[in-house]
């Protein structure tokens, strides 16, 4: 935020005709559970957020003012989605822009172009805005495109875990150039040109939260995700989350504190040590005797 889209692609969208927010009002009680972890907003029912800067139309003197008077725009969770599809549609349509330069220059054959953003947006969902230290699907789930005319199979499309890290060594593998031994991440070039079956790349993925904001409030947390759980935790807050993505894709229903989860609780907790700790630098390699 703020979420103030040109009027002309502002009037594209009627907030009344846009999707709910993923809301229960068990969000308010898990949220609140959750509060002082990080610099984020405080939960609040989808037609009254916690906006600080509350949408456009605001009143001339408050523009660009951050913390104005919240009664002079909107804040329900309607009104700030039709106003972020609109700033996504003014995304798209400047990528348009870009890709048909590159055509009309003759190059669009020879030009591998990569599409994909660094994060969400809560907008409205568990009662939240914005992002802070959360992994909601809607916040770590972003698109990822490869285009390539006669290199990337065309309409290929894939629900496989990947993480952006595996953009790099795709980007190697697309050039023929080795991978470094201590390159993270998994080209997706075999899948990209339908080597592979495009339902599976990974086992599991990862994201990591550490002082993201400038508040710099000493938050650390990291996500582990498989194919149907996701484990958060929280470190130095005695706090986390589990949720069964298969039964529970809203992730409404928390089960850190089940006693009926604690052994998959435990197993992906050991399994996202296990995870960091791979991922961890590597120092130069030992070049005399030992």
Excluded at 16 to 21: L, T
Excluded at 98 to 110: E, P, T
Excluded at 194 to 209: I, L, Q
Excluded at 259 to 272: C, E, F, G, M, V
Aim: proline residues 9%; charged residues 25%; aromatic residues 8%.
């Amino acid at each position: 935020p703020p979420f103030n889209p040109p009027q002309s692609y502002r009037d594209l969208f009627d907030p009344q005709s846009m999707p709910p927010p993923l809301f229960r009002e068990s969000d308010l009680v898990q949220q609140r559970r959750l509060e002082n972890i990080d610099f984020q907003s405080k939960a609040a029912r989808p037609e009254n957020l916690d906006i600080c800067d509350p949408i456009l139309p605001r009143t001339p003197t408050s523009m660009g003012v951050r913390g104005n008077n919240p009664s002079t725009g909107a804040r329900d969770a309607w009104t700030l989605k039709a106003a972020y599809y609109a700033m996504l549609k003014l995304v798209d349509d400047q990528l348009g822009r870009l890709l048909q330069a590159i055509d009309d220059g003759g190059d669009f054959n020879n030009t591998l172009v990569i599409f994909s953003t660094d994060h969400g947006e809560s907008l409205g969902d568990h009662g939240l805005i914005e992002k802070g230290c959360r992994f909601y699907e809607g916040l770590v789930r972003v698109p990822l495109i490869f285009s390539w005319p006669g290199q990337i199979k065309t309409n290929l499309q894939s629900d496989a875990l990947v993480e952006l890290m595996d953009i790099a060594p795709t980007l190697l593998d697309a050039a023929t150039i080795a991978k470094p031994s201590h390159m993270q991440g998994q080209s997706l070039w075999p899948l990209l040109t339908g080597k592979t079956d495009p339902r599976f790349h990974k086992p599991f993925v990862r994201s990591e939260y550490f002082d993201a904001l400038k508040e710099n409030d000493g938050t650390r947390a990291t996500m582990y995700r498989d194919d149907r759980y996701k484990l958060v935790v929280y470190h130095g807050h005695d706090l986390g989350e589990l949720y069964d993505l298969n039964v529970d894709p809203g992730e409404f229903n928390d089960l850190w504190d089940d006693p009926n989860a604690s052994d998959i609780k435990n197993r992906l907790i050991h399994q996202s040590f296990d995870a960091t700790m791979l991922v961890q630098d590597l120092g130069p390699p030992r070049m005399g005797p030992m």
